[in-house]
C-alpha cells in the first residue's frame, strides 16, 4: 500500500492563480481530510469529507473547494491564490475519527 | 472555547534520557486524544490514541497518560534516541456527532548526542 499520496511536493504561485492539490489513498478510507500548517502552529482542518460525494467545512474553508467523486481521490481547488495561503497542506484518511494516516505534505508559496 | 495547549514548545535532551511532553485540553464533550509524532518535512504518524475510560496507553518506549477529570495528558519518551528528534502534537476530538478536532501546536524535541 502507497497509504496517502500528494501532488506536487512544492509549488509557488503567483497572487491570484489557481491550482488543485491532489490527493489519492489506497487503504478504502470512507474518511478524507485537507489541512494546512502554518509555522509554529497546530494543523487547521480545512475541508473534510465521510464518503464519496459528501464533503463539509472544517474551521477554514475559505478560499478553498473541494470534490470527492471517488473513494480514493480527494483533490483540494484554490480558485484565486492570496499570500495568506502560504502554508504546508496535508492531507489524510480515516476509518472514522480515529487514527488518522497523513499524506507527505504540499509545501505552497503564493508571492 | 476548544483549545488544546502543549508545553513546552520545545525540549533539548541528551540522547539516552527520559522526558514528558504535556498537553491541556478543553474540548468538550470528549471523544479521544491521540498523540502524534511529525518528522521534519513530513506528515505527522499516530503514535497512541485513547478515549475517556483509557488512562494509560503505550508504543514501544512511548508512554501517553491520560486524566480526563483534570483534562491533562502527557507523553513519556523512554532512553531516547536521535531519532526521536521531532514535533509531538497532540490531538484531542469532541463528540459532537459532526466533526470536531483540535490540533496542538506540539512540542518541538531534540535529542543530542
Known amino acids: 500500500n502507497a497509504g496517502v499520496t500528494q501532488t506536487p511536493k512544492f509549488r509557488i504561485l503567483k497572487i491570484g492563480q489557481s491550482m488543485t492539490l491532489q490527493c489519492t489513498q489506497d487503504m478504502n478510507h470512507n474518511y478524507m481530510y485537507w489541512y494546512r500548517q502554518d509555522p509554529g502552529m497546530g494543523l487547521k482542518l480545512i475541508y473534510y469529507?465521510?464518503?464519496?460525494?459528501?464533503?463539509d467545512k472544517g474551521e477554514v474553508p475559505n478560499g478553498y473547494n473541494v470534490s470527492r467523486s471517488t473513494t480514493e481521490d480527494f483533490p483540494l481547488r484554490l480558485e484565486l491564490a492570496a499570500p495568506s495561503q502560504t502554508s504546508v497542506y496535508f492531507c489524510?484518511?480515516?476509518?472514522?475519527?480515529?487514527?488518522?494516516?497523513f499524506g507527505p505534505g504540499t509545501r505552497l508559496t503564493v508571492l | 472555547k476548544n483549545q488544546v495547549e502543549q508545553s513546552p514548545q520545545s525540549l533539548i535532551i541528551l540522547e539516552g534520557k527520559n522526558c514528558t511532553l504535556q498537553?491541556?485540553?478543553?474540548?468538550?464533550?470528549?471523544?479521544?486524544l491521540r498523540w502524534y509524532k511529525q518528522d521534519t518535512g513530513r506528515g505527522p504518524v499516530s503514535l497512541t490514541i485513547?478515549?475517556?475510560?483509557?488512562n494509560t496507553k503505550s508504543n514501544g518506549r512511548y508512554t501517553a497518560t491520560l486524566d480526563a477529570d483534570t483534562k491533562q495528558s502527557s507523553l513519556h519518551i523512554t532512553a531516547s534516541q536521535l531519532s526521536d528528534s521531532a514535533s509531538y502534537i497532540c490531538v484531542v476530538s469532541a463528540d459532537t456527532g459532526g466533526f470536531k478536532t483540535i490540533f496542538g501546536a506540539g512540542t518541538r524535541l531534540f535529542v543530542k548526542a
Open positions: 485513547m478515549t475517556f475510560s483509557e
Open positions: 469529507s465521510v464518503g464519496a460525494g459528501i464533503t
Open positions: 498537553c491541556n485540553y478543553t474540548v468538550s464533550p470528549f471523544s479521544n
Open positions: 489524510a484518511s480515516s476509518t472514522g475519527t480515529w487514527g488518522q494516516f
